[in-house]
């Protein structure tokens, strides 16, 4: 493997000296880093607080994946074959993901062991992984191997190891074959897959053109571009549009790992004042955290005025929360017209809709009540409309060039604006079908060949929104409840922190819905504890209208995807299976991290 740079100890640079910025005409991954290589930008690697660990052009990438793509193929492996990578934030992942595209093997990226509920929990998830993948070989970084090693025992991978291990292989002396413009790229394992993983088989056209779509009609790239991102590998926001969006646009890239950012968030914010980074995507959590890290602080210490793309993507948008989060930033120089709300899904590659730039997150408010949860239409309220009775949504945006988004009822019919109802999808980067799953792929595609998200939504002047998810609707007396609408305001109450509550519905003796709210309790006391038992069961009944059970669960015991948003159906299953119970009045360590939080 060639020796990293001699005496670079500044990040790559901004923009190329000589190399023209292109952001269309690659029909490869390959290619794309092909061209970027001719460059000086590339990508760059900070430990926990901030410090500089690996700067590496995209030239040097492109040279360690070309020596590794010949020792990978001298694994005795077949051009199409399957090779699992735990996707840490390294250059080894980098590395790997590319030896793939030359050697000709498709990539599958793989969690960290993150929100799993143990190490047992996580060998199983990779387990079902690579049986669904047939990967025939898996690489880990050295934490991560033994638990890699045991998940692999029952499964067609013949070759565990490290990417060093790798590279003390010999190197095939056949030509190597990369991925062309025909075939696959990687399989991304969709975030909400946790029982029964679900492959989406992404395509080289599809990641060219999703890109391209990003690029050009999203956050419109231009030289002078710079990307800052702690978002997972193994995620698609992460891995496509901070990741191989920037390769296929040189754009040079600025990581933290997500754990890092679990730990000190404002680590983000300081390589975007120390860069002057310009682009740079999050869930609403984020910017929450950061938010509520800011309340402690004396001096921020921040420039925040080069950010020009706040991106917002990967669980629903609270424009509540990111309002808080440019009243405290304001005077560090973030402006909120740079938020861009955005809606996509890894059966989309990524991107599917995209909100104005420059315009800030605009927003629907609506009724609450019959009209929503009975007759589902979103119905604007009278100006003198109480504030308890309605509800805000953040418009999505409109579909980029190519693609298309419809509502449709249960029957499949298309239903007018401010219906709400099934958001269907097309697009030239729609997956062709989950990986050898041909049931699971036919229950998500409608007759005529839309994919059905599985999100629930309307639209408001060609502006999509999204209301929330098809299975977590909870449904009561007839009336259809967000279980969000729930979580967000226990979220609000002093004791309760944001990603600690998970409402969902259960079956009585009766056959009757019941609604159990699932709250991650960090008091002490069985008194105060109570109270706030009390405070969860008076907002339900204040916001909903229902009577619910309230469990006090300790710290930890909700489990979250690869992406971070919260698994209401396997919180469920948890409360069903026993292993959800109220906590018991004892010490809550200090230090214990934020349950929202992407660890990895």
């Given amino acids: 493997m060639p020796e990293p740079m001699p005496g670079r100890t500044s990040p790559t640079p901004t923009c190329n000296g000589t190399l023209a910025f292109v952001t269309d005409g690659f029909t490869t991954l390959a290619q794309g880093l092909d061209y970027a290589a001719g460059g000086e930008t590339g990508v760059n690697f900070y430990s926990p607080r901030g410090d500089l660990s690996a700067a590496v052009p995209y030239a040097e990438l492109r040279a360690r994946a070309l020596d590794a793509a010949p020792r990978l193929a001298g694994l005795r492996l077949r051009r199409g074959d399957r090779v699992a990578i735990v996707a840490e ?215 925040l005025s080069s950010w020009r793309v706040a991106g917002i993507g990967g669980e629903m948008i609270r424009p509540e929360a990111l309002e808080g989060f440019t009243g405290t930033f304001a005077a560090s120089g973030f402006d909120g017209r740079a938020f861009l709300a955005s809606y996509g899904m890894a059966e989309a590659t990524l991107a599917v809709t995209f909100a104005p730039l420059d315009s800030g997150v605009a927003s629907d408010t609506i009724l609450r009540g019959a009209p929503l949860e009975r007759a589902r239409k979103a119905v604007p309220p009278a100006p003198d409309t109480p504030a308890g009775e309605t509800r805000r949504f953040a418009r999505c945006g409109r579909p980029m060039p190519g693609y298309a988004v419809e509502i449709r009822d249960a029957a499949g019919r298309r239903l007018a604006e401010r219906r709400v109802g099934r958001i269907c999808i097309q697009g030239p980067s729609l997956m062709q079908a989950y990986f050898r799953a041909p049931d699971a792929t036919a229950a998500v595609f409608t007759r005529d060949g839309w994919l059905d998200t599985g999100d629930m939504g309307y639209l408001v002047d060609g502006d999509l929104v999204v209301t929330g998810r098809t299975k977590d609707l909870i449904i009561v007396g007839g009336r259809n409840i967000w279980p969000q609408d729930l979580e967000w305001a226990i979220e609000r109450l002093p004791e309760v922190r944001a990603g600690d509550v998970a409402a969902f519905a259960v079956a009585d003796e009766a056959d009757r819905e019941r609604v159990v709210v699932v709250v991650e309790c960090r008091l002490q006391e069985e008194p105060a504890i109570e109270e706030l038992r009390r405070e969860v069961q008076a907002t339900v009944s204040r916001v909903a209208g229902v009577e619910c059970l309230v469990v006090m669960a300790p710290p930890r015991s909700l489990i979250f995807t690869t992406s971070g948003k919260l698994s209401r159906a396997a919180a469920r299953q948890k409360y069903l299976d026993g292993e959800i119970g109220e906590i018991d009045a004892r010490p809550v360590p200090a230090a214990e991290l934020p349950s929202l939080a992407i660890a990895g």
């Fill in 89 to 303: 934030t390294s250059l080894d992942f980098l590395v790997a993901f590319f030896a793939c595209q030359y050697a000709g093997f498709v990539p599958v990226p793989l969690p960290l062991a993150v929100n799993f509920g143990g190490r047992a929990a996580y060998v199983e998830r990779l387990r079902g992984m690579l049986q669904a993948a047939g990967a025939r070989a898996a690489l880990a970084p050295d934490d991560l191997l033994e638990a890699l090693r045991d998940a692999a025992r029952p499964t067609a991978v013949g070759f565990v190891g490290t990417l060093d291990e790798v590279m003390q292989q010999p190197a095939t002396d056949r030509p190597l074959e990369p991925l062309g413009a025909d075939d696959a790229c990687y399989i991304q394992y969709s975030s909400g897959s946790t029982s029964f993983p679900r492959g989406v088989l992404v395509t080289q056209k599809a990641i060219t053109a999703n890109a391209r779509a990003i690029a050009v009609d999203g956050v419109r790239l231009r030289r002078g571009d710079r990307c800052v991102s702690w978002l997972p590998l193994y995620h698609d926001m992460g891995l496509v549009g901070c990741c191989l969006t920037p390769v296929l646009a040189q754009v040079s890239v600025d990581y933290l790992a997500t754990s890092s950012f679990a730990r000190r968030p404002f680590v983000w914010l300081q390589l975007i004042t120390r860069n002057r980074g310009t682009i740079s995507f999050s869930p609403t959590f984020g910017y929450e955290l950061c938010a509520r890290r800011a309340a402690n602080r004396a001096d921020l210490d921040l420039d």
